[in-house]
Every structure is written in C-alpha cells, then in structure tokens.
C-alpha cells in the first residue's frame, strides 16, 4: 500500500505541473565578480527568468568566488557539487578538454559568435570532444572573442619583436601558439595579470580586449596589436549530474529550455559587443597605442601557426582524439 500511495502521488505532482513540483534550489559558482558581463547580462537575466516563473525552483549566483577562488577549479565545483553549477574556462584545465581546446588555433574563429558557432558544431558532431563532458550537464559553450597582444613597455611591429617577452597565457594552447611565435608563456590566471603586469613579472598577454575594463588591464598595459587571427578561450556554463537528475520532470522543463546552444549564443553576442567596445577605447585614447600588424606580419605569424597545428594533431592524434575531424568541423561552422 505504502509503494502504491509513493507512485500515485509522484505520478500527481508530474501531471499536475509546476506548480506543485518539489522545490528546488539551485547555486551556481561565478569567480568573477557581479558586474563582470557574463553574469550582468547572461547569467543574472537568466536566473531571475527562471525564479520569476515562481514554479518551486529557485536559482541563486554566487559571485566573486564565494563557493570558491579563482577559475582553475571552476569545472571541478561542478563535479563535486560544491555547486550544483558553476561559470569556467576549459583552458585553465587544458587536459581535460584536449578536443575542445582545439578551437584556441588560430584562423578558425573571426569573432565570438563564430568560435561560438565552430565549437558547438564540434560538440553535437565529435563524440571525442562530447565525452569532456561526460560527468556533467552542459548548459552552454561559447568562445571569448579574438585576443590580441598586449604589452606594458615595448610596442609590438613585427612577429620579432616578440621574441623573448613574457607573455601570460590562461591555457596549454595559448601558451604553445605564443611560444611559436617567439615569446616566452607565463601560465596565469586572469585574476592575478594585473599584479603581474604592474610590478613586470610579465611584459604583456594575447587576450581579448574585454579585460580592459573587466579587470583594468587598461591600467597597466600601454601597447595593444593585432590582426593575426588567432583562436580564443571557450568557455562553459556545466551542472552536477546528480544535481540535475534530482530535479523534477517539470523543473528539468523549464531549465532546459533556457539553455543550450541558444543560451551559449547569448555569451558569444556579449563578447563580441564587448571586444567593439575595448577596440573603440583603443583607438580613441591617447594613453595607449593600437597597433595594426602589417599583412607580411599577419602572413609570417600564420605560417608559425600553422607549423604549430601540424605539431598539435600529431600529437592528439596519437591519443586517440580525432583533431583533424574535428578542426574540419569547426571550421565549416558558419564558413
């Protein structure tokens, strides 16, 4: 009797909808701090959505690293449950996203919404890259727009002025395609460049020009090239597997059709508004130089590259993941 009365009442609260679904509270982990883009204009609007439909689920942001500092550990958060989702970058992981890192070369992406596009396509197509993510739900991907240099003393020209700097890097890609190219790669979170660059422990950084404002990089930093077309971060929105099983048919309803490949659009779109503004500031500052590379620069920088990529399928490869499928993939995305 006691099986039967458990079934018909859980067989109730799904037909009888929301309304009367089990409450649930979900956190989610930010490390970066409130008015940071992606949780102003992505995360929060998404979590007051939700909480506004009154339904018995209930998000709540934690930012400023309060379920946890600094990014390196974000996608772990998850894992653990220390919270039920949380907001990282896969580069500051490198090995665990092997295929997903692929979308760091350079000449696949022309903006966020493009990477966006290229990674998404990888990620509904490659089964290598699908199994990063096996032990958690993903919510959303998308990649930060394209970075370029820049430098606290010494204007950069020429690929040869380059050599020898010390450039921070968030990722074994990055770090690899500024190696290639003559620098030397200073692993670092973007949580401590500032300090970095303030006191020389590094010269400067391949990164987007979002940090400007973000993490007031524009204090610190004087000289900013560009036009190589370089790969950039991805980034990833992921949920507790064990978090999201928990919830009720009609709450996982109403989650997922606020999320996936629409919602990871959305980061894409803030990057790509966000990197016109930091170029716009760029141009019209009289503190700061921007530097555009010449065409014969541009060409001999993707010919270092390129080296590079060959290095780096081989190398997958042998591991067993498909990098030359999944390149192919993402750059016939939105080609």
Do not use: C
């Amino acid at each position: 009797m006691t099986r039967l009365m458990t079934s018909m009442i859980a067989a109730f609260l799904v037909l009888a909808g929301p309304s009367l679904a089990v409450a649930a509270d979900l956190k989610v982990a930010f490390f970066p701090g409130p008015k940071h883009p992606i949780n102003a204009r992505m995360l929060a609007p998404w979590a007051d959505g939700i909480n506004a439909q009154k339904a018995g689920l209930q998000v709540k942001i934690f930012v400023a690293g309060k379920l946890g500092k600094g990014p390196a550990k974000q996608f772990k958060r998850a894992l653990d449950r220390v919270a039920d989702a949380s907001f990282g970058l896969q580069g500051y992981t490198s090995k665990q996203f092997r295929a997903t890192t692929l979308v760091e070369l350079a000449n696949i992406m022309t903006s966020a919404k493009h990477g966006t596009s290229a990674l998404n396509a990888a990620y509904a197509k490659s089964e290598a890259l699908r199994k990063e993510y096996s032990r958690v739900k993903v919510l959303a991907l998308w990649t930060i727009d394209p970075p370029i240099i820049m430098t606290k003393n010494k204007p950069i020209k020429t690929v040869a002025d380059l050599k020898g700097l010390k450039l921070r890097t968030p990722s074994q890609m990055s770090a690899r395609s500024i190696k290639a190219l003559g620098a030397v790669p200073v692993p670092m979170p973007i949580t401590k460049l500032y300090n970095a660059l303030a006191r020389g422990t590094v010269d400067g950084v391949l990164v987007s020009p979002t940090v400007l404002h973000t993490f007031k990089i524009k204090e610190v930093t004087r000289h900013f090239a560009h036009g190589v077309p370089f790969g950039s971060s991805p980034m990833f929105i992921v949920m507790n597997r064990d978090s999201w099983n928990e919830l009720s048919p009609a709450h996982k309803d109403i989650v997922t059709k606020s999320v996936g490949t629409n919602w990871g659009k959305v980061g894409g779109r803030i990057y790509d508004e966000e990197h016109a503004k930091g170029m716009k500031f760029l141009a019209g500052s009289k503190a700061h130089s921007l530097i555009k590379l010449p065409d014969a620069e541009v060409r001999k920088a993707l010919g270092m590259l390129a080296k590079l990529e060959q290095e780096v399928i081989a190398e997958w490869e042998k591991q067993g993941i498909p990098a030359t499928e999944i390149l192919k993939i993402m750059r016939a995305a939105g080609a």
